[in-house]
């Protein structure tokens, strides 16, 4: 079955930096956009930003633009959301969710990983 | 306009139908997705497309669109679905995907 597994909670200090990774499995990897999705505690969700099948390019929430990198590795089948220069307000669970799109009117992110929580403290 | 608004809290009778709303210009020109979120799990794709129903996801759940405005219906609410729920879309300027703020939903 379809199915994204992702890496374990991070616990870093404000200013490092921290890579999550998401391995996918039970389909065609290479045929699929990935999404990247977060979620302070108690808070709404929020886009990260995207990446391409090929892992050629990728867009990014302004809000995150400098901070974050989308890339993948075909060959393992798995993508990786970095983010640097981490503060206290990137504490959240961070997801990947596969992309799937219909006639260029219609995106929905399915399936979704499991979550990492990544804390920041100072 | 990059957002997309959703009513922060609904509440529901149960058995009863509830529609939840989610408005912003994006949805002129793009359908919405809906995603059903319990406490502690990740999202679940619940309405995609055209007021599509992902396989496993019960026929109470219906999705429709109209102008800048789409609404995720639940016909006869039950105790199990009481959850946040989050509408998604493509922005206007196609390089951005944008969440609403979410709805809660308490069926009482």
């Known amino acids: 079955q379809v199915q994204l597994v992702q890496s374990g909670a991070e616990v870093k200090k404000s200013g490092a930096s921290v890579k999550v990774s998401c391995k996918a499995s039970?389909?065609?990897?290479?045929?699929?956009?990935m999404h990247w999705v977060r979620q302070a505690p108690g808070q709404g969700l929020e886009w990260i930003g995207v990446?391409?099948?090929?892992?050629?390019?990728?867009l990014y929430a302004q809000k995150l633009q400098g901070r974050v990198t989308l890339t993948r590795d075909t060959s393992t089948s798995t993508d990786y959301m970095e983010l640097s220069s981490l503060r206290s307000d990137d504490t959240a669970v961070y997801y990947c969710?596969?992309?799937?799109?219909?006639?260029?009117?219609?995106?929905?992110?399915?399936?979704w990983g499991q979550g990492t929580l990544v804390t920041v403290s100072s | 306009s990059s957002e997309l608004t959703q009513d922060p809290t609904v509440s529901v009778a149960l058995g009863q139908a509830v529609r939840i709303t989610c408005q912003g210009d994006?949805?002129?020109?793009?359908?919405a997705s809906w995603y059903q979120q319990k406490p502690g799990q990740a999202p679940l794709l619940v309405i995609y497309d055209r007021g599509n129903r992902p396989s496993g996801i019960p026929d109470r759940f219906s999705g429709s669109n109209s102008g800048d405005t789409a609404s995720l219906t639940i016909t006869g609410a039950q105790a199990e679905d009481e959850a946040d729920y989050y509408c998604n879309s493509r922005d206007s300027s196609g390089h951005r995907w944008v969440f609403g703020g979410g709805t809660k939903l308490t069926v009482l």
């Open positions: 039970g389909y065609s990897f290479t045929s699929y956009w």
């Open positions: 990446i391409n099948p090929s892992g050629s390019a990728t």
């Open positions: 969710a596969r992309d799937n799109s219909a006639a260029d009117k219609a995106w929905w992110f399915d399936p």
């Open positions: 994006s949805l002129r020109s793009n359908y």
